[in-house]
């Protein structure tokens, strides 16, 4: 099952992010991965959380626009080598990468990578049937 | 049966009598004016011309033309044509472009403008019945008032509710039921959008019709005022230095505002050269007012570009036809030698899917004018990757250069972040010091 993602519309200047971020703690959501992408203009915060439903209403509130995505979340061995495995498999499978971002996990030896493509359900049952693990909402 | 007209025998005169009628006032608005404010001699004077030159309306482009700078000079007293104990009243202009204009008002004057905006009201299809939510300004600008005067003449139930507050302006139109709105329409487009926020929808108010004006609009945004209020929406017309709104308004045919040309004369002149332009021509409306007391303009420079229609009107009415202001000739901007209007950005804006809240930049960087757009991105346009947003504001950049032949940077920006108006929008700004 591919997790939701929310991304908000960031301008370029002072104080945008914060009032992301306090929006985000005044609902009382745990962010669990982020990334920027910025242009000269603005930048696009996209958020991974324990309660997207709880942060998007936040967001929402204080005018932030803010859109939700699927992305397909996968733990991937922490060594080198194992994301190359990951990106030759779906580079295969002609399915195209819109971006990525990785981020760490608690549990020791395995990291997870985000990943952002047109259709995340083939994505996932390609991966799983890889070996790859993929992850559910629920496990945050 | 509805009634069309509120003084049907002067807004459907034959023109023949219109003519006769505006030559007799117009002889006697010179002289009234000649014998009583000096500034005005002085310039006729310094013209050759006198007040026995001036037999009708064919002697109108003999007189010299007034412009703002005139009434600025003139400020306070200087153009008044009456004893100040005669006035009842006083109006200005917001003072945005320089030292602000006072007009004086006789209670003739005031009874003779309310007339005026009955006028609009009626053809807006207002009768008693109706409750009129008058949203524009009270106070020194002449909105509110012009408006609120007009709608008692009809008999209409009246909210003076003044400008602002939305919450308490959708509750009222809510509760009291009305049914003519009366605001500038960037706020109408506003209201719009408050009330569909609320969950309503277009049917659930009472609204019928909405009569608009003290800012430029498109044909764009009326058609997005009427789907979102589900009313039909009339343009009205007027400056504070002749009178207020209601110098002209729109008939149900929704072409051309008609003038009132019992009290105004209506001339286009070419901006550059003075020199008066045949009908059907674009160039500067000129006004004489000709049956004003207080403060008589006579062949006033309004600075609006627009096309004056004879051509026969349904409605029944017989007074001239104006376009709507395509521009002025004052708040156009040379960018890169190229005569561009805000009101040309907007109609792209519209079109392609935008709301019409923007801000347009003029500079000049490296002796090369710069100009910049900035516009709110709409929910439905906004998604996680950079590349969708670009190219949004690629699209919007490039229909932007289609349509006035140079290109913009435009920039898109949160919703609801460009300052919104509930009085008169800033919607450019020039930052170029030339010297």
Redesign the interface.
């Known amino acids: 099952m591919a997790i939701r993602q929310l991304s908000a519309f960031l301008e370029n200047k002072p104080g945008a992010l914060v009032a992301v971020t306090e929006a985000l703690s005044r609902a009382g959501v745990d962010m669990r991965a982020l990334s920027v992408a910025d242009t000269q203009d603005f930048g696009i915060l996209r958020l991974i959380v324990n309660d997207p439903d709880a942060a998007h209403d936040a967001l929402t509130r204080e005018g932030i626009l803010t859109a939700e995505n699927p992305v397909v979340a996968v733990g991937v061995p922490d060594k080198p080598g194992a994301l190359t495995n990951l990106v030759k498999l779906l580079a295969g499978e002609e399915i195209n990468i819109e971006y990525l971002y990785a981020f760490l996990s608690p549990v020791k030896g395995r990291a997870f990578v985000a990943l952002r493509v047109a259709d995340a359900e083939k994505a996932e049952s390609i991966l799983s049937a890889a070996g790859f693990e993929t992850v559910s909402e629920g496990a945050f | 049966m509805e009634r069309r007209y509120y003084q049907p025998e002067i807004e459907t005169m034959p023109l023949e009598k219109l003519r006769a009628l505006q030559s007799e006032r117009l002889v006697r608005q010179v002289r009234h004016v000649y014998e009583n404010v000096p500034y005005y001699r002085a310039k006729m004077q310094e013209k050759g011309v006198t007040p026995d030159d001036i037999r009708g309306l064919e002697d109108l482009p003999k007189l010299p033309f007034l412009s703002k700078a005139d009434l600025r000079d003139g400020y306070p007293y200087g153009l008044l044509a009456v004893p100040l104990s005669d006035c009842v009243r006083i109006h200005s202009t917001s003072g945005t472009t320089g030292k602000r204009v006072v007009a004086f008002y006789t209670q003739n004057d005031v009874d003779l403008w309310e007339d005026c905006v009955a006028r609009a009201i009626v053809a807006a299809g207002g009768t008693r019945d109706d409750v009129v939510q008058v949203c524009y300004g009270y106070g020194l600008f002449t909105g509110g008032s012009g408006l609120h005067g007009g709608s008692h003449k009809v008999g209409c139930l009246t909210l003076p509710m003044s400008s602002g507050n939305t919450e308490r302006q959708i509750q009222f139109m809510m509760d009291l039921g009305s049914t003519i709105l009366c605001c500038t329409p960037s706020y109408a487009a506003y209201i719009g959008e408050s009330l569909k926020e609320r969950g309503y929808k277009p049917g659930d108010n009472k609204l019928k019709a909405g009569i608009f004006g003290a800012e430029p609009w498109t044909e764009e945004m009326r058609r997005d005022i009427e789907a979102s209020l589900g009313i039909k929406a009339f343009d009205i017309y007027g400056l504070t230095e002749t009178s207020g709104p209601g110098v002209a308004f729109e008939c149900e045919e929704q072409r051309g505002m008609h003038i009132n040309e019992d009290h105004f004369i209506a001339e286009i002149i070419d901006p550059d050269t003075g020199e008066v332009l045949p009908e059907g021509s674009k160039g500067e409306l000129v006004f004489t007012s000709i049956t004003k007391e207080a403060f008589p303009l006579l062949r006033y420079r309004t600075r609006d570009i627009c096309v004056l229609s004879r051509e026969k009107c349904s409605c029944g009415r017989t007074h001239v036809r104006m376009s709507k202001p395509m521009g002025r000739s004052d708040d156009m901007l040379i960018i890169r030698g190229v005569n561009v209007f805000p009101s040309q950005i907007e109609t792209v804006l519209l079109n392609e899917g935008y709301t019409p809240n923007y801000q347009i930049v003029v500079d000049r960087v490296n002796n090369s004018d710069t100009l910049d757009v900035y516009v709110e991105?709409p929910?439905e346009k906004?998604?996680?990757?950079?590349?969708e947003?670009?190219q949004w504001?690629k699209s919007l950049a490039s229909a932007i250069t289609t349509m006035l032949g140079i290109k913009p940077i435009v920039?898109?920006?949160?919703?609801?972040?460009i300052t919104r108006s509930e009085g008169k929008a800033v919607r450019v700004v020039d930052k170029r010091k030339l010297v």
């Open positions: 991105l929910p906004f998604s996680d990757t950079v590349r947003v670009s504001e920039h898109l920006v949160s919703p609801k972040t």
